[in-house]
Nanobody, 117 residues
């Protein structure tokens, strides 16, 4: 069983930066691909970025340039750096873990990011 706990969200002014962290508990961290998703009010939950078990990042086309995903296998965590925030980035950001062996998927409870103009 894997549990995910996000932190680092908050209220920030446009143009600012945030670093979101997801702490992952449970076994076999290294076999989980990890990702960040976001869901704005009234919209679907969309992928922001993912990172493979080997540390290869991948970004949604609209997210390239301002988002940086990284993972720390020693700390069992995944982070998302967001730069030059805009009000359109306002959403709940969710951490995701995908077990590459048994295909189980896990979600965190989400962290709210609010960007003021």
């Amino acid at each position: 069983q894997v549990q995910l706990v996000e932190s680092g969200g908050g209220l920030v002014q446009a143009g600012g930066s945030l670093r979101l962290t997801c702490a992952v508990s449970g076994s076999d961290f290294e076999i989980h691909a990890l990702g960040w998703y976001r869901q704005a009010p009234g919209k679907t939950r969309d992928v922001v970025a993912t990172i493979s078990t080997r540390g290869t990042p991948s970004y949604a086309p609209s997210m390239k340039g301002r988002f940086t995903i990284s993972r720390d296998n020693a700390k069992k965590s995944v982070e998302l750096q967001i730069d030059n925030l805009t009000p359109e980035d306002t959403a709940i950001y969710y951490c995701n873990a995908y077990n590459t062996v048994d295909s189980k998927v896990y979600w965190g409870q989400g962290t709210q990011v609010t960007v003021s103009s």
